[in-house]
């Protein structure tokens, strides 16, 4: 592709009197974190390559509130929330895609109550599309014979049902999808849901990704397949834990990226 | 009406009296809890019903536990049947009066006989694991000595009914054989003709005796059994239906809306809101942020803790506590329970209820609430659609907005999420950052 990858924000689009297909909602860890970064810049590679008009809020972004509602604190979600929809029904967003399923499970289900109403996709949902669409092309060969393990995350399946857009896009990996003994519906949590991710776990005898992470190992797998920045961090921090580096923990949007040389 | 039949009636009466006096005391105490009208979506609710309490669709999950819950609990409802049967015969001193269903009763009294058997081995069954197994989810720490006992007396207690109702066919069989009067040789016996041995060395009046005998057991048994239940965590068997009817509908991590804090929001938000107007003076006093006590609970939290039978699957796919942190969603609906039984007795006492410097969150600690991932393995392991996560989320938000409990780092969360846009110290300036250093911007 020759034309150069350029992310726009809503503020530059609605500039020039253009509406993005949909917005790519990048979320706090997306934006943030070192390792989530990754994720993003992968998956604006993947909708660039697939030629999505797509835009991003920037400095216009601002936490879902999900962490503070977890958390107890319903002023300051709701403060986040009403705030947010007033940006976004003020560019008329109708569509939203994210690669985190707590941003999709408040935007999809919590938002609409406040006066939010979006088509709101996890990216592997929208990344489906693509693929069934054609407008995105993967060739597995180079994951062939690898081992390929995928952790449900709590608010993407048990919350929201959705537990086949992330494993039909790793089957076209061409690899060997395995499944845990704890997946789907039984799905165990990484152990950062509820605003764990910005506390302290509190006193036990282990710790929940510790436990999670080798619950995963277990299927020895070369490649645990991620769909949450969050359990992403969680299983990464467990795999230290067993001293299995070699083991890595991926983001399905990093593996279509490199299966669609993006 | 013989004097039998008079004693029977006023047993009849004293059960079902004492049964609906309970009743009442339950349901006035589920509607101590905060209104919340659930009546969408009928359909979707009849068919949850049918399939999580009458289908058992959750239970066989588990399937050892799952298929012998399903034997007690089709034995159960189905050997319920004979129940009328046995009221008619008990007021009117007849004998067997569906008798003259001819093949068909034969058939009823087969099933149930095998159903009996069934019900017999399953409980058999659920008492070893309990106390020989000892599965670790029956002795955590929430199952103290109450709670045990409470199961074992269950178990124990439908063996003896189906024990007596067997023996009671078996005599009754022998006595028919015989051609004594008023026993009819009716029925299909595939289980209880094979007791018939231990009783034919029995005079005609000592059998007459054990089979009355059995009867009585029997049937005094299910009216005991039917007025321990509502203290017991056997309430189940009938709180399963409504509990499911009114599950909660919404995907399993959206958090119920306060909007009471929508208002307050949206006033603060609007430039044109006057922020030193008084509240009109006929307002009601404000409600209470978040669950300190059961009364600020929806009533269906309590539906829920009055439906829970302590089974503890919940517990045992709980991420903290199978990392041994102290949170047991079991132990938060029995603490739910107890509470709210405390209250009520209160309120028996008092005629209302006097406030006795207790609430839920001395039941139920900081430490527990403050562990929870609100990852809903609990609501989705429940065999009946039990909410705990709805309950922690109500009692998270008494501490962060009523008493500014929290922890630490949350407090530092909710400041980086108020101050820069994200729960970490970064300027939403840096919101592009990651397209930048690519080159992307």
Redesign the interface.
Known sequence: MSDR???L?MAEMAANGEKPEVLFW?G?A????DRA?KI??AF?RILHGARVKFA????E???T?D??????????F???A??NIGTLNGYGVERIVTACPHCF?TLK??YP??GGNYQVMHHTQFLNALLAEGRLKVKGGSFKGKRIVFHDP??LG????EYEAPRELLERLDGELVEMKRSR??G??C??????????????????N???AGEALGTDPGIIAAGCPFCNTMLTDGVKHHNKEQVLVKDIAELIAEAADL | MSISGIVFALCLFAAGGLFAVKMRKIVRNIRLGRDELINDRPGERWATMARVALGQGKMV?RPIAGILHVVVYAGFVIINIELLEIVIDGIFGTHRVFAFLGPLYDVLIASFEVLALGVFVACAIFLVRRNVLRLKRFWMKEMTAWPRSDANIILVAEIILMGAFLKMNATDQVLAMRGVDPYVAVGSYPVSQFLRPFFEGYSDGALMTFERMFWWVHILGIFVFLNYIPYSKHFHILLAFPNTWYSKL??????A??DR??Q???L??DPSADPYAAPPADAPPPER??AKDVFDLSWKSLMDAYSCTECGRCTS?C??N??????SPRKVMMDTRDRLEEVGRNIDKNGSFQDDGRSLHDRISE?EL????????CT??CPVNIDPVGII?DM??????EESR??P??T???NN??NN????P?A????????EE?G??
């Open positions: 990858l350029k992310v924000t990048v706090c997306g934006s943030f974190d970064r993003t810049k604006v991003v809020l920037g400095v972004a601002s936490c509130g962490p503070a509602r977890r958390a107890g604190n319903e002023f300051l709701q403060m986040q009403l705030q499970n289900n919590e109550e406040l709590c608010y048990r919350g929201n049902g519906a039984r165990l949590c152990g950062a849901g509820g605003a764990q991710m910005f506390k302290e776990a509190e006193p036990g005898n282990g710790e929940v510790h436990e999670r | 999950a919404k995907p399993s991590t959206q958090v809306n306060m804090v929508t307050e929001v949206k603060m938000m942020f978040g796919e991420p903290a199978l990392t041994g942190k102290l949170l430490e403050w562990a929870c991932t609100t990852c809903n393995a989705e392991a989320m998270r938000r008494y501490l962060v907005m929290t922890r780092a949350l530092a969360m909710f999420v108020e846009g994200a729960p970490w970064f939403q300036s840096e919101q592009l950052r990651w397209a690519e992307y911007r």
